[in-house]
Protein backbone atom coordinates (compact mmCIF):
# COMPACT_ATOMS: atom_id res chain seq x y z
CA UNK A 1 0.00 0.00 0.00
CA UNK A 2 1.07 3.23 -0.96
CA UNK A 3 2.52 5.28 2.05
CA UNK A 4 0.54 8.31 1.20
CA UNK A 5 -2.65 6.15 2.02
CA UNK A 6 -3.64 7.37 5.78
CA UNK A 7 -3.77 4.31 7.43
CA UNK A 8 -7.06 2.76 9.75
CA UNK A 9 -7.01 3.60 12.92
CA UNK A 10 -10.20 1.64 15.52
CA UNK A 11 -9.05 3.78 17.82
CA UNK A 12 -9.69 7.46 16.28
CA UNK A 13 -13.02 7.99 14.80
CA UNK A 14 -12.64 8.78 11.24
CA UNK A 15 -14.70 10.40 8.24
CA UNK A 16 -14.50 8.85 5.30
CA UNK A 17 -14.28 10.91 1.84
CA UNK A 18 -14.21 10.45 -1.64
CA UNK A 19 -12.68 12.30 -4.54
CA UNK A 20 -12.79 15.23 -2.16
CA UNK A 21 -16.38 14.41 -0.98
CA UNK A 22 -17.40 13.32 2.03
CA UNK A 23 -19.44 10.15 2.03
CA UNK A 24 -20.57 9.28 5.45
CA UNK A 25 -19.41 9.62 9.16
CA UNK A 26 -19.66 6.14 10.42
CA UNK A 27 -21.86 5.69 13.62
CA UNK A 28 -22.00 3.37 16.26
CA UNK A 29 -24.57 1.59 16.72
CA UNK A 30 -26.10 -1.16 19.89
CA UNK A 31 -23.98 -4.36 19.88
CA UNK A 32 -27.72 -6.79 20.86
CA UNK A 33 -29.00 -8.13 16.84
CA UNK A 34 -32.74 -9.14 17.08
CA UNK A 35 -32.50 -13.04 16.40
CA UNK A 36 -35.16 -12.70 13.83
CA UNK A 37 -34.33 -9.40 11.86
CA UNK A 38 -36.79 -7.43 9.99
CA UNK A 39 -37.80 -8.42 6.01
CA UNK A 40 -37.39 -5.49 4.00
CA UNK A 41 -39.74 -4.30 1.15
CA UNK A 42 -37.13 -5.72 -0.94
CA UNK A 43 -37.71 -9.39 -1.48
CA UNK A 44 -38.25 -10.38 1.87
CA UNK A 45 -34.77 -10.55 1.91
CA UNK A 46 -33.10 -9.75 5.45
CA UNK A 47 -32.07 -6.38 6.73
CA UNK A 48 -28.68 -6.51 7.37
CA UNK A 49 -26.98 -6.70 10.88
CA UNK A 50 -26.24 -3.06 12.16
CA UNK A 51 -22.68 -2.29 12.38
CA UNK A 52 -21.19 -2.29 15.44
CA UNK A 53 -17.25 -1.43 16.51
CA UNK A 54 -17.12 2.02 15.99
CA UNK A 55 -19.19 1.56 12.72
CA UNK A 56 -17.48 -1.54 11.62
CA UNK A 57 -19.09 -4.56 10.11
CA UNK A 58 -18.28 -8.49 11.35
CA UNK A 59 -18.53 -10.68 8.24
CA UNK A 60 -17.99 -14.68 8.32
CA UNK A 61 -15.24 -15.68 5.77
CA UNK A 62 -15.60 -19.32 4.53
CA UNK A 63 -12.06 -19.44 2.38
CA UNK A 64 -13.08 -22.94 0.92
CA UNK A 65 -11.07 -25.32 -1.25
CA UNK A 66 -9.11 -24.66 -4.67
CA UNK A 67 -8.83 -21.05 -5.44
CA UNK A 68 -11.24 -20.39 -3.14
CA UNK A 69 -8.51 -19.13 -0.39
CA UNK A 70 -6.22 -17.26 -2.15
CA UNK A 71 -8.83 -15.09 -3.95
CA UNK A 72 -10.19 -14.20 -0.31
CA UNK A 73 -7.37 -12.92 0.52
CA UNK A 74 -7.07 -10.84 -2.59
CA UNK A 75 -10.55 -9.55 -1.08
CA UNK A 76 -9.22 -9.04 2.08
CA UNK A 77 -6.41 -7.01 0.50
CA UNK A 78 -8.73 -4.76 -1.91
CA UNK A 79 -10.98 -3.93 1.76
CA UNK A 80 -7.82 -2.72 3.60
CA UNK A 81 -6.21 -0.51 0.66
CA UNK A 82 -9.78 0.96 0.43
CA UNK A 83 -10.89 1.17 3.88
CA UNK A 84 -13.55 -0.61 3.82
CA UNK A 85 -15.30 -0.68 7.56
CA UNK A 86 -15.70 -4.78 7.66
CA UNK A 87 -13.71 -7.18 9.52
CA UNK A 88 -14.31 -10.78 9.01
CA UNK A 89 -14.24 -13.95 10.62
CA UNK A 90 -11.97 -16.56 9.58
CA UNK A 91 -13.91 -20.14 9.73
CA UNK A 92 -12.09 -22.57 7.71
CA UNK A 93 -14.24 -26.00 6.72
CA UNK A 94 -12.08 -29.16 5.86
CA UNK A 95 -13.96 -30.95 3.34
CA UNK A 96 -12.23 -34.13 3.65
CA UNK A 97 -13.15 -34.72 7.42
CA UNK A 98 -16.22 -37.08 8.16
CA UNK A 99 -17.52 -35.29 10.76
CA UNK A 100 -19.69 -31.99 10.69
CA UNK A 101 -17.91 -29.97 13.36
CA UNK A 102 -15.95 -27.34 10.90
CA UNK A 103 -19.69 -26.51 9.09
CA UNK A 104 -21.00 -26.23 12.14
CA UNK A 105 -18.55 -23.48 13.88
CA UNK A 106 -19.02 -21.95 10.15
CA UNK A 107 -22.98 -21.78 10.70
CA UNK A 108 -22.21 -20.77 13.66
CA UNK A 109 -20.88 -17.73 13.45
CA UNK A 110 -22.96 -17.20 10.41
CA UNK A 111 -25.59 -17.08 12.48
CA UNK A 112 -23.40 -14.90 14.72
CA UNK A 113 -22.95 -12.43 12.29
CA UNK A 114 -25.62 -12.31 9.62
CA UNK A 115 -23.30 -12.33 6.80
CA UNK A 116 -20.58 -14.45 5.18
CA UNK A 117 -18.44 -14.59 2.23
CA UNK A 118 -17.36 -18.02 0.92
CA UNK A 119 -15.03 -19.98 -1.61
CA UNK A 120 -16.61 -23.09 -2.70
CA UNK A 121 -16.61 -25.98 -0.31
CA UNK A 122 -15.54 -29.49 -2.26
CA UNK A 123 -17.90 -32.27 -2.35
CA UNK A 124 -15.97 -35.50 -2.64
CA UNK A 125 -18.98 -37.70 -4.77
CA UNK A 126 -16.58 -41.18 -3.71
CA UNK A 127 -17.52 -40.74 0.28
CA UNK A 128 -20.15 -43.04 1.42
CA UNK A 129 -23.81 -41.23 0.84
CA UNK A 130 -23.90 -40.62 5.08
CA UNK A 131 -21.29 -38.05 3.89
CA UNK A 132 -23.28 -34.29 3.23
CA UNK A 133 -21.78 -31.39 1.02
CA UNK A 134 -20.68 -28.92 3.38
CA UNK A 135 -22.34 -26.36 0.92
CA UNK A 136 -25.85 -28.11 0.76
CA UNK A 137 -25.43 -27.91 4.46
CA UNK A 138 -25.13 -24.30 4.76
CA UNK A 139 -27.67 -23.60 2.67
CA UNK A 140 -30.55 -25.90 4.42
CA UNK A 141 -29.41 -24.84 7.95
CA UNK A 142 -29.62 -21.45 7.30
CA UNK A 143 -32.64 -21.72 4.96
CA UNK A 144 -31.08 -19.19 2.64
CA UNK A 145 -33.79 -20.28 -0.04
CA UNK A 146 -33.10 -17.96 -2.80
CA UNK A 147 -29.92 -18.17 -4.77
CA UNK A 148 -29.67 -14.94 -7.11
CA UNK A 149 -27.25 -14.70 -10.17
CA UNK A 150 -27.19 -11.80 -12.03
CA UNK A 151 -25.47 -12.44 -15.18
CA UNK A 152 -24.75 -9.24 -17.37
CA UNK A 153 -22.27 -8.67 -20.48
CA UNK A 154 -19.30 -7.02 -19.37
CA UNK A 155 -18.22 -4.59 -22.71
CA UNK A 156 -14.61 -5.76 -22.22
CA UNK A 157 -15.00 -9.14 -23.00
CA UNK A 158 -15.42 -11.15 -26.09
CA UNK A 159 -18.31 -13.07 -26.74
CA UNK A 160 -21.10 -14.50 -29.28
CA UNK A 161 -23.44 -12.55 -27.78
CA UNK A 162 -23.70 -8.99 -26.43
CA UNK A 163 -25.93 -6.76 -23.98
CA UNK A 164 -27.09 -9.71 -22.03
CA UNK A 165 -29.04 -8.88 -18.97
CA UNK A 166 -30.64 -11.91 -17.40
CA UNK A 167 -31.32 -13.04 -13.67
CA UNK A 168 -31.49 -16.16 -12.37
CA UNK A 169 -33.44 -16.91 -9.18
CA UNK A 170 -33.46 -20.51 -8.08
CA UNK A 171 -34.67 -22.61 -5.50
CA UNK A 172 -31.74 -23.36 -3.00
CA UNK A 173 -33.05 -25.49 -0.04
CA UNK A 174 -35.00 -28.66 -1.38
CA UNK A 175 -35.80 -30.35 -5.13
CA UNK A 176 -32.91 -32.58 -6.07
CA UNK A 177 -30.73 -31.56 -3.45
CA UNK A 178 -32.49 -32.70 -0.57
CA UNK A 179 -29.77 -35.87 0.06
CA UNK A 180 -32.70 -38.29 0.05
CA UNK A 181 -31.46 -41.24 -1.37
CA UNK A 182 -31.77 -45.37 -0.85
CA UNK A 183 -31.40 -48.53 -2.47
CA UNK A 184 -34.63 -50.20 -2.46
CA UNK A 185 -33.17 -53.55 -3.52
CA UNK A 186 -29.70 -54.24 -4.75
CA UNK A 187 -28.96 -52.45 -8.30
CA UNK A 188 -31.84 -50.46 -7.76
CA UNK A 189 -31.82 -46.94 -6.79
CA UNK A 190 -34.27 -44.36 -5.78
CA UNK A 191 -33.67 -40.43 -5.43
CA UNK A 192 -36.40 -38.24 -3.57
CA UNK A 193 -36.74 -35.21 -5.38
CA UNK A 194 -38.87 -32.95 -2.61
CA UNK A 195 -41.09 -30.14 -4.05
CA UNK A 196 -43.41 -28.23 -1.54
CA UNK A 197 -46.09 -25.45 -1.92
CA UNK A 198 -44.55 -23.39 0.64
CA UNK A 199 -41.38 -23.07 -1.05
CA UNK A 200 -42.36 -22.89 -4.61
CA UNK A 201 -44.83 -20.12 -3.21
CA UNK A 202 -41.56 -18.49 -1.19
CA UNK A 203 -39.10 -18.09 -4.25
CA UNK A 204 -41.72 -17.31 -6.84
CA UNK A 205 -43.13 -14.63 -4.69
CA UNK A 206 -38.95 -13.41 -4.27
CA UNK A 207 -38.73 -13.81 -8.42
CA UNK A 208 -41.65 -11.35 -8.79
CA UNK A 209 -41.05 -9.37 -6.13
CA UNK A 210 -37.43 -8.97 -7.66
CA UNK A 211 -38.48 -8.01 -10.66
CA UNK A 212 -41.33 -5.12 -9.47
CA UNK A 213 -37.95 -3.41 -7.46
CA UNK A 214 -35.42 -4.08 -10.12
CA UNK A 215 -38.11 -2.92 -13.02
CA UNK A 216 -38.12 -5.97 -15.02
CA UNK A 217 -40.75 -6.76 -17.59
CA UNK A 218 -40.87 -10.29 -17.30
CA UNK A 219 -40.32 -13.41 -14.89
CA UNK A 220 -40.29 -17.04 -16.77
CA UNK A 221 -40.37 -20.32 -15.15
CA UNK A 222 -38.01 -23.37 -15.91
CA UNK A 223 -39.90 -26.73 -15.73
CA UNK A 224 -40.18 -30.20 -16.91
CA UNK A 225 -44.38 -30.53 -15.95
CA UNK A 226 -44.69 -32.25 -19.10
CA UNK A 227 -42.86 -35.54 -17.62
CA UNK A 228 -42.64 -34.67 -13.39
CA UNK A 229 -46.39 -33.77 -13.91
CA UNK A 230 -46.48 -33.73 -9.73
CA UNK A 231 -43.42 -32.28 -8.85
CA UNK A 232 -42.72 -29.87 -11.41
CA UNK A 233 -46.77 -29.41 -11.73
CA UNK A 234 -46.66 -28.00 -8.41
CA UNK A 235 -43.92 -25.50 -9.20
CA UNK A 236 -45.41 -24.07 -12.10
CA UNK A 237 -49.22 -24.00 -10.43
CA UNK A 238 -47.35 -21.89 -7.67
CA UNK A 239 -45.63 -19.66 -10.17
CA UNK A 240 -48.47 -18.99 -11.75
CA UNK A 241 -50.64 -18.20 -9.08
CA UNK A 242 -47.75 -15.82 -7.41
CA UNK A 243 -47.62 -13.86 -10.91
CA UNK A 244 -51.81 -13.02 -10.38
CA UNK A 245 -50.59 -10.66 -8.00
CA UNK A 246 -48.03 -9.04 -9.74
CA UNK A 247 -50.28 -7.75 -12.80
CA UNK A 248 -47.27 -5.29 -13.83
CA UNK A 249 -44.58 -7.93 -14.43
CA UNK A 250 -45.67 -10.41 -17.60
CA UNK A 251 -45.04 -14.42 -16.75
CA UNK A 252 -44.24 -17.47 -18.64
CA UNK A 253 -42.87 -20.67 -19.27
CA UNK A 254 -40.60 -22.79 -20.63
CA UNK A 255 -39.76 -26.67 -20.14
CA UNK A 256 -35.88 -26.74 -19.21
CA UNK A 257 -34.59 -28.36 -22.20
CA UNK A 258 -35.49 -25.93 -24.23
CA UNK A 259 -34.33 -23.33 -22.14
CA UNK A 260 -31.01 -24.42 -22.57
CA UNK A 261 -31.46 -23.80 -26.45
CA UNK A 262 -33.12 -20.91 -26.37
CA UNK A 263 -30.15 -19.33 -23.96
CA UNK A 264 -27.59 -20.31 -26.61
CA UNK A 265 -29.32 -19.00 -29.87
CA UNK A 266 -31.31 -16.03 -28.45
CA UNK A 267 -30.88 -15.08 -25.00
CA UNK A 268 -31.80 -11.68 -25.38
CA UNK A 269 -35.84 -13.14 -24.97
CA UNK A 270 -35.10 -13.55 -21.12
CA UNK A 271 -35.03 -11.11 -18.11
CA UNK A 272 -36.09 -12.76 -15.17
CA UNK A 273 -35.58 -16.55 -14.61
CA UNK A 274 -36.84 -18.22 -10.92
CA UNK A 275 -36.64 -22.36 -11.41
CA UNK A 276 -35.98 -25.35 -9.00
CA UNK A 277 -32.70 -25.92 -7.64
CA UNK A 278 -30.74 -28.83 -10.28
CA UNK A 279 -32.42 -26.67 -13.10
CA UNK A 280 -30.55 -23.50 -11.53
CA UNK A 281 -27.74 -25.20 -10.91
CA UNK A 282 -27.68 -26.38 -14.90
CA UNK A 283 -28.93 -22.50 -16.34
CA UNK A 284 -26.45 -20.75 -14.43
CA UNK A 285 -23.10 -22.53 -15.46
CA UNK A 286 -25.15 -22.17 -19.24
CA UNK A 287 -25.29 -18.12 -18.38
CA UNK A 288 -22.07 -17.65 -17.18
CA UNK A 289 -20.68 -19.02 -20.22
CA UNK A 290 -22.62 -16.93 -22.20
CA UNK A 291 -21.09 -14.04 -20.89
CA UNK A 292 -17.53 -14.96 -20.28
CA UNK A 293 -17.39 -17.78 -17.87
CA UNK A 294 -17.40 -19.23 -14.12
CA UNK A 295 -14.82 -16.30 -13.16
CA UNK A 296 -16.94 -13.42 -14.42
CA UNK A 297 -20.37 -13.90 -12.48
CA UNK A 298 -21.43 -12.96 -8.57
CA UNK A 299 -24.14 -14.96 -6.80
CA UNK A 300 -25.84 -14.08 -3.29
CA UNK A 301 -27.85 -16.33 -1.50
CA UNK A 302 -30.59 -14.61 0.50
CA UNK A 303 -33.07 -16.22 3.14
CA UNK A 304 -35.18 -14.55 6.19
CA UNK A 305 -32.12 -13.71 8.56
CA UNK A 306 -29.01 -14.37 6.99
CA UNK A 307 -27.46 -13.71 3.58
CA UNK A 308 -24.08 -15.53 1.92
CA UNK A 309 -22.11 -14.76 -1.06
CA UNK A 310 -20.30 -15.94 -3.16
CA UNK A 311 -19.40 -16.97 -6.91
CA UNK A 312 -22.14 -17.83 -9.33
CA UNK A 313 -21.37 -21.00 -10.59
CA UNK A 314 -20.03 -22.65 -7.39
CA UNK A 315 -16.97 -24.24 -8.54
CA UNK A 316 -13.70 -24.76 -6.81
CA UNK A 317 -10.94 -24.22 -9.56
CA UNK A 318 -8.82 -26.66 -7.89
CA UNK A 319 -6.69 -27.37 -11.46
CA UNK A 320 -5.88 -23.75 -11.19
CA UNK A 321 -4.97 -23.78 -7.23
CA UNK A 322 -1.94 -22.05 -6.63
CA UNK A 323 -0.76 -20.51 -9.67
CA UNK A 324 -1.67 -16.63 -9.86
CA UNK A 325 -4.15 -17.64 -12.76
CA UNK A 326 -7.14 -17.91 -11.66
CA UNK A 327 -9.83 -14.93 -12.70
CA UNK A 328 -10.61 -13.05 -9.36
CA UNK A 329 -13.41 -10.49 -10.66
CA UNK A 330 -16.53 -13.04 -9.79
CA UNK A 331 -15.43 -12.82 -6.08
CA UNK A 332 -14.63 -9.13 -5.69
CA UNK A 333 -18.02 -8.51 -7.44
CA UNK A 334 -19.52 -10.88 -5.08
CA UNK A 335 -17.94 -8.90 -2.32
CA UNK A 336 -19.43 -5.74 -3.75
CA UNK A 337 -22.95 -7.63 -3.28
CA UNK A 338 -22.23 -8.11 0.06
CA UNK A 339 -20.95 -4.35 0.99
CA UNK A 340 -24.64 -3.60 -0.86
CA UNK A 341 -26.20 -5.88 1.66
CA UNK A 342 -24.51 -3.97 4.31
CA UNK A 343 -25.69 -1.04 3.12
CA UNK A 344 -22.08 0.41 2.03
CA UNK A 345 -22.81 1.00 -1.45
CA UNK A 346 -20.30 3.85 -2.04
CA UNK A 347 -17.73 1.22 -1.06
CA UNK A 348 -19.92 -1.39 -3.70
CA UNK A 349 -19.80 1.35 -5.64
CA UNK A 350 -16.28 2.46 -5.86
CA UNK A 351 -15.06 -0.57 -6.23
CA UNK A 352 -17.55 -2.12 -8.73
CA UNK A 353 -16.25 0.89 -10.83
CA UNK A 354 -12.87 0.02 -10.40
CA UNK A 355 -13.55 -3.88 -11.87
CA UNK A 356 -15.12 -2.94 -14.84
CA UNK A 357 -12.82 0.00 -15.44
CA UNK A 358 -9.78 -2.58 -15.36
CA UNK A 359 -12.14 -5.36 -17.36
CA UNK A 360 -13.35 -2.76 -19.83
CA UNK A 361 -10.73 -0.34 -20.15
CA UNK A 362 -7.75 -1.15 -19.10
CA UNK A 363 -8.73 -4.85 -20.60
CA UNK A 364 -6.33 -6.29 -18.16
CA UNK A 365 -7.61 -10.01 -18.53
CA UNK A 366 -6.75 -13.07 -17.39
CA UNK A 367 -5.92 -16.22 -19.30
CA UNK A 368 -9.71 -18.30 -19.12
CA UNK A 369 -10.68 -14.82 -21.15
CA UNK A 370 -8.30 -14.72 -23.49
CA UNK A 371 -5.48 -12.48 -21.56
CA UNK A 372 -2.50 -12.83 -20.23
CA UNK A 373 -2.58 -10.84 -17.00
CA UNK A 374 -2.25 -12.92 -13.47
CA UNK A 375 -4.92 -12.83 -10.63
CA UNK A 376 -2.45 -10.12 -8.56
CA UNK A 377 -1.98 -8.26 -11.69
CA UNK A 378 -5.39 -7.71 -12.06
CA UNK A 379 -6.47 -6.93 -8.53
CA UNK A 380 -3.42 -4.62 -8.63
CA UNK A 381 -5.24 -2.82 -11.45
CA UNK A 382 -8.25 -2.69 -9.44
CA UNK A 383 -6.09 -1.05 -6.74
CA UNK A 384 -4.98 1.42 -8.98
CA UNK A 385 -8.04 2.49 -10.55
CA UNK A 386 -9.31 3.20 -6.84
CA UNK A 387 -6.47 5.78 -5.62
CA UNK A 388 -6.60 7.43 -8.65
CA UNK A 389 -9.91 9.03 -7.39
CA UNK A 390 -7.56 10.53 -4.54
CA UNK A 391 -7.68 9.89 -0.94
CA UNK A 392 -9.93 7.50 0.59
CA UNK A 393 -9.52 8.80 4.42
CA UNK A 394 -8.99 11.53 6.30
CA UNK A 395 -8.86 12.35 9.89
CA UNK A 396 -11.14 14.96 11.74
Not at 99 to 116: F, K, L, P
Not at 223 to 245: P, R, T, W, Y
Not at 367 to 394: C, K, N, Y
Request: proline residues 5%; contains cysteine; aromatic residues 6%.
Amino acid sequence: MASSRALLSLSRPLHTVWGGRQLFSPQVFGAVVASRREKSAYTGQSIPPPARYGGRHTVTLIPGDGIGPELLNHVRELFRFSCVPVDFEVVNVNSSLTNEDDINNAITAIRRNGVALKGNIETNHTLPPSHKSRNNLLRTSLDLYANMMHCQSLPGVQTRHKNIDIIIIRENTEGEYSSLEHESVPGVVESLKIITRNNSLRIADYAFRLAREKGRRRVTAVHKANIMKLADGLFLQCCKEVASGYPDVAFDSMIVDNTTMQLVSKPHQFDVMVMPNLYGNVVSNVCAGLVGGPGLVPGANYGRDYAVFETATRNTGKSIAGRNIANPTAMLLASCLMLDHLKLHDYATMIRNAIHTTMNETQLHTADIGGQGTTSEVVQSVMRHIQSGGPLTTEL
